[in-house]
């Protein structure tokens, strides 16, 4: 490659951030939905399509010993029923693990049950009444063993790692002697329950095959992992699979990886060769597809005199299922937020009978900060001191844990706008010492927000026009968080184009790798491939246009060339510019292509801790007679890079904050400690935030330019939310009773009758 093109490249590649990036543009699916034109996986039907329903098990522990198959066969519209007996063969066993992102499925492999709601049966019919009522006719019958059930029902061990692939302890300086020479400790367990997606959209998916190759509409998060995951189970090229996933109707996490039933669908389509629709019912998402586990957090830390910490020690314990391995890293939270001489963190587990805990929206950060949260809360009491100046007090010049500087970190200006903007300077010190208008307790608390800025791989394939329009694919994955919008509009940018000039296409496999739409890391990974095919394009028609004498751009390799509106303008002298169209047009081509690659640099990240961060101001009114709390307004400010569509992201943070509401307040997946069986396996009785539950809502995002974690800036907002809302919501029922609950959801009985006494 010649110095010139070089120079091309490099300047192509800081061309690009033009009027799309940054515009709070409308969401361009919004039509689609509100018109109900948007397709979902659940809303095809293709010719001679079936209906399955799944079979589950009532048991969380044993095996099956009967299915009465002959009486689901003979009731009318049934066409079969899929048991182990009949079962179409897979290449792999669904058992196996090959790498991190792999977890083991239940796919009928054999009569054991090992959680409640496992699948043990599919029927197949005409119609989806007829597949109910034959699954309800199997009436299987167990050998039944005892479950195993919560935190203390079976010996605990340290898992081999937390998360994916962290250390399950860590540790910098002495904690004990931290503890030891301290002025005030806390030491405090917090405990937290299971909770459950509960996406709008349940799991589901159609499947035809046609020979060996296959056709899929299906939720997905991460389309090019569920195309290779089925690929192994059935022996079948990745090339053979194409699956649709325009739209998904939420995910939170659940979708990222496939899931059983979802391959129970295609197993069935493969059994009766013919198309097959398979939709979970709520209940049956209480098992198979994830959850978040519980927790049992215990704290202890130390201050000196002055209110500065002396040592953190966060340990965790948590469940896994009896058969897979996914631990909530949940102490890993206080690794990053708070400057202590002295951090531990640790892990422990026990297996239970349930389903594999998986990744659920901010894993390990969003439990884990709401009893760090809570602790450093009670520590600023115990110092008697505001809470926001004892977190100024131990703010954290560095990552704690790891000694990094930051990539960037404009936190101190969330505490400051964020407190100006709530009014934070007027709350009383004293719990108990701010009432309403009526007469109700008010309590006014806090929280800080963190979450990494994370990138996986992605690509990305940008294509310039004759007609001077734009093509940019990737597939790309929208859950309901706008990157059908934003990532068009990096797209727009890459290509010097106005947005109406380009096509963005998505959400089906066969478009280049988008990576995964989790960790907050979406619209910097795919967005990243976006960029760079965008760069590498233009540099191509830079390259065409500065070598050719005709062109007024000849010569301009070394300035370089600015692309804008659908043209090359020379950096040096912009009088003279050239269309996409009339350089193709002279060369003779009808379109040019390049592709791109998005991955986070392993460099940077060995220099830098990459983090977002946030403050959130809670306001909280209790009823003393009743116990009853409202949330009555939220205030959040937040820095996370470089803003792309600042109508989606306040939409992002509105949802995590909602959901540390939900968090605090509402949550909690009941077990029945004798059956091992899910009590409130329906949206009426697992209790999540509606309308007359969310309060005013406030969102400032904070300018924040970070060099270092990819040459957008951009780092991420799906998560952070949650991390901060949750402890502030905490915090102000504290102050507003003087009553510090450190089991959650926070019940009206933790609080009426310390009150009313």
């Not at 996490?253 to 069935?268: F, M, R």
């Not at 389509?269 to 019912?281: D, E, T």
Request: charged letters at 20%.
């Amino acid at each position: 490659m010649t110095p010139e093109i070089i120079s091309l490249t490099q300047a192509a590649a800081h061309v690009r951030h033009g009027s799309n990036i940054g515009q709070p543009l409308t969401r361009r699916d919004g039509v689609l939905k509100v018109k109900g034109e948007a397709r979902y996986a659940a809303d095809n039907h293709p010719p001679g399509m079936l209906h399955a329903v799944l079979a589950v098990s009532s048991i969380a522990r044993g095996r099956v010993t009967f299915l009465d198959v002959q009486a689901a066969k003979s009731h009318p519209g049934v066409v079969e029923v899929m048991t182990p007996a009949n079962r179409p063969p897979l290449a792999e066993d669904p058992d196996a693990k090959t790498n991190p992102f792999m977890f083991r499925l239940d796919l009928l492999q054999s009569d054991e049950v090992r959680y409640a709601n496992q699948s043990i049966a599919v029927v197949i019919a005409e119609t989806l009444e007829a597949a109910t009522e034959g699954a309800a006719l199997l009436s299987p019958r167990y050998e039944v063993l005892p479950a195993r059930v919560g935190l203390d029902s079976s010996e605990s061990f340290v898992p081999p790692a937390v998360g994916v692939g962290n250390p399950a302890e860590l540790r910098r300086g002495d904690v004990e002697a931290g503890l030891a020479t301290a002025s005030k400790r806390i030491d405090a367990t917090y405990e937290t329950p299971a909770q459950y997606h509960n996406a709008m959209e349940p799991h589901a998916i159609v499947a035809a095959w046609d020979g060996d190759t296959l056709s899929i509409d299906t939720p997905s998060q991460g389309l090019a992992m569920a195309q290779a995951r089925i690929a192994g189970l059935f022996g079948i090229p990745p090339g053979n699979i194409h699956i649709r996933s325009p739209f998904l109707g939420g995910g939170f996490g659940s979708k990222g990886l496939i899931s059983g039933p979802q391959v129970l669908g295609v197993l069935a389509a493969r059994l009766v060769g013919r198309p097959i629709k398979l939709v979970l019912r709520r209940e049956h998402m209480y098992g198979p597809v994830g959850h978040r586990a519980p927790t049992r957090q215990t704290m202890r830390i130390g201050a000196d005199g002055d209110g500065v910490l002396t040592a953190i020690e966060h340990h965790a314990k948590t469940v896994t299922s009896t058969f897979d391995n996914f631990f909530e890293p949940a102490a890993d939270a206080s690794h990053t937020l708070y400057a202590s001489p002295a951090i531990a963190t640790s892990h422990e587990a026990v297996r239970i009978d349930t389903g594999t805990p998986l990744f659920m929206r901010a894993p390990g950060e969003a439990t884990g900060s709401i009893a760090l949260e809570s602790a450093i809360d009670e520590m600023a009491s115990a110092c008697g001191m505001d809470p926001l100046a004892f977190r100024l007090k131990n703010y954290a010049e560095v990552e704690p844990i790891s000694g990094k500087p930051f990539s960037s970190k404009a936190l101190r200006d969330c505490y400051a706008r964020g407190a100006e903007r709530f009014g934070w300077s007027r709350r009383a010190l004293a719990p108990r010492g701010m009432r309403d208008e009526a007469g109700f307790p008010v309590g006014w608390g806090m929280g800080t927000a963190t979450f990494p800025a994370m990138m996986f791989q992605a690509e990305a394939r940008a294509v310039v026009r004759r007609d001077g329009s734009g093509l940019m694919e990737t597939g790309a994955h929208d859950m309901g968080q706008g990157a059908w919008t934003a990532l068009a509009q990096i797209a727009a940018d890459g290509l010097g184009l106005d947005l109406e000039q380009m096509e963005f296409r998505s959400g089906t496999s066969d478009l280049p790798d988008a990576g995964i739409a989790g960790g907050s890391s979406h619209t910097a990974t795919a967005g990243m491939a976006i960029h760079n095919a965008g760069a590498a394009v233009i540099a191509k028609l830079a390259d065409l246009a500065t070598t050719d004498e005709r062109s007024p751009l000849f010569g301009a390799g070394n300035a370089g060339v600015v692309a804008r509106g659908g043209r090359l303008f020379r950096r040096d002298d912009e009088t003279r510019s050239e269309s996409y169209a009339d350089i193709l047009g002279r060369a003779g081509l009808a379109e040019i292509e390049a592709r791109g690659n998005g991955a986070a640099d392993p460099a940077a990240q060995s220099i830098y801790a990459m983090h977002a961060h946030g403050a959130v101001f809670a306001e909280v009114k209790v009823d003393p007679d009743l116990g009853q709390i409202r949330v009555t307004r939220l205030v959040g400010a937040f820095a996370a890079g470089r803003v792309i569509n600042p109508l989606l992201v306040r939409s992002q943070l509105f949802g995590g904050m909602i959901w540390g509401v939900s968090f605090a307040l509402h949550e909690q997946a009941v077990m029945d400690r004798r059956s091992g069986r899910m009590l409130n396996a329906d949206l009426a009785e697992y209790h999540v935030p509606v309308n007359a539950d969310v309060p005013s809502l406030d969102v400032l995002t904070i300018d924040e330019h970070d060099p270092h974690v990819n040459a957008l800036g951009i780092k991420g907002v799906g998560e952070i939310g949650v991390t901060g809302s949750a402890g502030a919501v905490a915090n102000a029922v504290w102050h507003a009773t003087g009553i510090r609950v450190r089991r959650f959801p926070i019940r009206i009985d933790d609080l009426v009758a310390p009150l009313s006494g």
